[in-house]
């Protein structure tokens, strides 16, 4: 699992959204994995407004309270909104070109940091992991190392509310075989590499978790997973609460 910050100069993602925020246009952010072709993410699509966001991320920004952590935050979206609804938000991300983004766009309290760096040491209500927040957890072997830091970031009664998608419509037949070799790993665990222009970024894994197996790791380490909310097509929106 990744500790570290992302060198400007290695960061597509940051680039799309710092050209998107400088210009108000930006090239193609091309997403390659071994396991799918080749797909993109539109820059206007990271500085989603409240309204345009998906209906599970407004219920996530709707039941956040008290100190909350944007984990991941990009361009700040989630972070905004909440601070016009006069919410107390403090913003991460690991890198730097999205956290100028969010300073300029006005995010009051915006960091480039690691949610892994054993120094990150705040106290939060809520945190918001949000756009396939499971993704950050990278594997599901990372699910010990991640339950210990939402412990130590977590206020008593406080809460993680995470948003993912069960990819198994992916790899079933239509008769509900699978196609994959169940021997090779968790359906969910996708390594992607990004491309902004030349700029062309580390090959990262990023993890889709379905509830079921959600729940399983959040009760072994301590917390226990709630359906918030249903998405249309196989995604939801989590809550994790400790025990
Ligand atoms: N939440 C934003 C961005 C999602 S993309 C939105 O919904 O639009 C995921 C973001 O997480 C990227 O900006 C990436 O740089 C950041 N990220 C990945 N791993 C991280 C980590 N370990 N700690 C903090 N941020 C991380």
């Known amino acids: ?18 050209d998107f925020y400088a210009k108000g246009c930006a090239a193609k952010l091309r997403v390659f994995s071994s396991q799918f072709d080749e797909d993109e993410i539109p820059a206007d699509q990271l500085f989603r407004t409240f309204d345009e966001m998906p209906p599970l991320e407004q219920t ?23 601070q016009d609804m006069s ?11 999205s956290v100028e983004v969010m ?8 960091y480039c940091v690691n949610l892994f760096d054993e120094n990150y040491l705040q106290k939060f209500d809520t945190i918001l992991m949000l756009m396939n ?16 830091k939402m412990k130590q ?14 990819l198994r419509y992916l790899f079933e037949d239509e008769d509900g075989s699978f196609l994959i070799d169940l021997a090779g790993g968790y359906y969910g665990e996708i390594d992607f590499r990004m491309q902004y222009k030349q700029i062309k ?8 978790v379905d509830f079921q197996t959600l729940s399983y790791y959040a009760s072994e380490n301590g917390f226990k997973a709630e359906m918030v909310e249903e998405g249309e097509h196989y995604d939801y929106l989590a809550c994790l609460k400790m025990v």
């Not at 699992?1 to 799309?16: Q, R, W």
């Not at 499971?134 to 599901?140: A, D, E, P, R, V």
């Open 1 to 18: 699992m990744k500790t570290s910050l992302i060198a400007s100069n290695k960061d597509p993602m940051g680039s799309a959204i710092a």
């Open 60 to 82: 996530a920004l709707r039941l956040a309270e008290g100190k909350i952590l944007d984990c991941g935050a990009g361009s700040g979206c989630h972070a905004l909104a909440l």
């Open 87 to 97: 919410k107390d938000v403090e913003a991460i991300d690991i890198s730097s070109l």
């Open 103 to 110: 300073q300029k766009r006005g995010v009051k309290q915006a």
């Open 133 to 148: 927040g499971s993704g950050i957890i990278g594997k599901l072997e990372n699910m010990g190392t991640f339950f210990t």
């Open 153 to 166: 970031l977590l206020n008593p009664g406080g809460c993680i509310y995470m948003d993912s998608s069960d």
């Open 201 to 208: 970024g580390e090959p990262f894994d990023w993890l889709y």
